[in-house]
């Protein structure tokens, strides 16, 4: 046998890919189970990004490239911060990684110090605690309760700044909630990390681009020009894309910071693929009217969730501003009784439950950080939804 080290003891396995996987196992063993648990878009890549894939290998753009991005997509991205958040980068302050993932982790291992501590509002991303964790630091939550339609309020957010903060991570809109920040929402936050400089910025704006009902979506170093220099402006090619298993994750931010992931990454996993970075360029180049597309699909489909899960007793669902989640309280249910007699005691015996009863695959609150609520992704057909809306409500009016 082979010893694990103790750092693997101080996090988990992603309970968003174990859930996903887990529907993915009992789909192929032949259950008839809906998966609403992976947080991608179920639109197929665009054409013309796939055909830049496949002119890049022809070309034979299959060798190494720079670790932390070509060229030519570092230029893209630049173009991108400029054209859309009207942020000014040079190339030598953009780093590109295997997915947004790999962009975050290699910034925490790159800068966190045994004790330093990072800001995680909750509910959170399901990785950046154990990422936090994984390089050495101590995440410090910051409840932002369903009252503050999940979102940070500027006097939590003080509270909890200490002399060891070392980040705040920031992510709008959420990933589970969907909630988005407002500009003047966000600028009140910013507002606070003005007065205290020892605290970075993680933003996470991979989301940036699924917002509904004409949302305006900001972000850090623009609406507080004061924290540019001490803010990693983080995005991908994965949501707004549809491209999510291309694996194209950037950054953007002080040079020293974006040189030191660049280390990281050159011990580790060096670049990310030549023919997605190819691809990328192509993404962030080329039209985006099929966004809009998407977005009709998506906001029906929240309105469609958000509105049967509301109308499920037991069960209350906002409606978020953006991404592809919603993120019902399930507090109605719990201590309730399954036909089985098993007593519902958390949001994990809730999705234990719909999964088991009425083969409907959904995260559990806990795994992001405030319960008892879940997650449901409705990136996914129309139809699939109102089938897995109907079981939902049927496995909670079973319930005694
Ligand atoms: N970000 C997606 C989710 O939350 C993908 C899975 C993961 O990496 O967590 O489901």
Same mark, same amino acid.
């Given at each position: 046998?082979?010893?694990?080290?103790?750092?693997?003891?101080?996090?988990?396995?992603? =309970?968003?890919?174990?859930?996903?996987?887990?529907a993915?196992?009992?789909?192929a063993?032949?259950?008839?189970?809906?998966?609403? &648990?992976?947080?991608?878009?179920?639109?197929?890549?665009?054409?013309?990004?796939?055909?830049?894939?496949?002119?890049?290998?022809?070309?034979?753009?299959?060798?190494?490239t720079?670790?932390?991005?070509?060229p030519?997509l570092?230029?893209?991205?630049?173009?991108?911060f400029?054209?859309e958040?009207?942020?000014?980068?040079?190339?030598?302050?953009i780093?590109?990684?295997?997915?947004g993932?790999?962009?975050?982790?290699?910034a925490?291992?790159a800068?966190?110090?045994?004790?330093?501590?990072?800001i995680?509002?909750?509910?959170?991303?399901?990785?950046y605690?154990?990422?936090?964790?994984?390089?050495?630091?101590?995440?410090?939550?910051?409840?932002?309760p369903?009252?503050?339609?999940?979102?940070?309020?500027?006097?939590?957010?003080e509270?909890?700044?200490?002399?060891?903060?070392?980040?705040?991570?920031?992510?709008? =809109?959420?990933?589970?909630?969907?909630?988005?920040?407002?500009?003047?929402?966000?600028?009140a936050?910013?507002?606070?990390?003005?007065?205290? =400089?020892?605290?970075?910025?993680?933003?996470?704006?991979?989301y940036?681009?699924?917002?509904?009902?004409?949302?305006?979506?900001?972000?850090?170093?623009?609406?507080?020009?004061?924290?540019?220099?001490?803010?990693?402006?983080?995005? &991908?090619v994965?949501?707004?894309?549809?491209?999510?298993?291309?694996?194209?994750?950037?950054?953007g &931010?002080?040079?020293?910071?974006?040189?030191?992931?660049?280390?990281?990454?050159?011990?580790?996993?060096?670049? =990310?693929?030549?023919?997605?970075?190819?691809?990328?360029?192509?993404?962030?180049? &080329?039209?985006?009217?099929?966004?809009?597309?998407?977005?009709?699909?998506?906001?029906?489909?929240?309105n469609l969730?958000?509105?049967?899960?509301?109308?499920?007793?037991?069960?209350?669902?906002?409606?978020?501003?953006?991404?592809?989640?919603?993120?019902?309280?399930?507090?109605?249910?719990i201590?309730?009784?399954?036909?089985?007699?098993?007593?519902?005691?958390?949001?994990?015996?809730?999705?234990?439950?719909?999964?088991?009863?009425?083969?409907?695959?959904?995260?559990?609150?806990?795994?992001?950080?405030?319960?008892?609520?879940?997650?449901?992704?409705y990136?996914?057909?129309?139809?699939?939804?109102?089938?897995?809306?109907?079981?939902?409500?049927?496995a909670?009016?079973?319930?005694v």
């Open positions: 046998m082979i010893a694990t080290a103790a750092r693997l003891g101080r996090i988990k396995p992603s =309970p968003t890919i174990a859930v996903t996987n887990l993915r196992e009992l789909k063993a032949g259950k008839d189970v809906i998966g609403l &648990g992976a947080g991608e878009p179920d639109f197929d890549t665009p054409d013309h990004i796939k055909e830049a894939a496949i002119k890049a290998i022809r070309d034979g753009d299959t060798k190494y720079a670790v932390d991005g070509t030519a570092k230029a893209a991205i630049c173009r991108k400029d054209r958040n009207g942020l000014t980068y040079t190339p030598d302050q780093t590109v990684g295997t997915g993932k790999q962009v975050i982790y290699n925490l291992m800068t966190l110090d045994p004790g330093d501590e990072v995680v509002p909750a509910p959170y991303w399901v990785s605690p154990d990422m936090v964790l994984l390089a050495g630091g101590e995440p410090v939550f910051v409840t932002c369903e009252q503050t339609g999940f979102k940070l309020r500027p006097e939590d957010l509270a909890a700044i200490t002399p060891k903060t070392k980040w705040l991570i920031f992510n709008s =809109p959420s990933n589970p909630t969907g909630a988005a920040y407002t500009e003047s929402e966000l600028k936050i910013c507002e606070v990390l003005v007065r205290h =400089p020892q605290v970075a910025i993680l933003t996470d704006d991979m940036e681009h699924l917002v509904y009902d004409g949302f305006r979506f900001t972000t850090p170093a623009q609406v507080a020009p004061e924290l540019y220099d001490r803010t990693l402006t983080m995005n &991908g994965s949501k707004a894309y549809c491209m999510t298993g291309w694996r194209i994750g950037y950054a &931010g002080p040079k020293s910071l974006i040189k030191a992931i660049g280390v990281i990454q050159s011990q580790s996993t060096s670049n =990310p693929s030549s023919i997605s970075q190819a691809a990328a360029v192509a993404a962030l180049d &080329g039209p985006m009217d099929f966004m809009a597309k998407n977005n009709e699909a998506f906001v029906h489909r929240r969730v958000a509105d049967a899960l509301d109308a499920t007793p037991g069960l209350r669902c906002p409606r978020p501003e953006g991404a592809f989640y919603v993120y019902p309280s399930c507090a109605g249910v201590g309730k009784r399954t036909p089985e007699g098993k007593v519902i005691e958390t949001s994990e015996d809730f999705a234990r439950y719909l999964l088991e009863g009425e083969g409907v695959a959904v995260v559990h609150g806990s795994a992001f950080g405030l319960d008892p609520f879940f997650r449901i992704s990136a996914t057909a129309t139809e699939v939804l109102e089938d897995a809306c109907a079981r939902i409500e049927r909670c009016a079973s319930l």
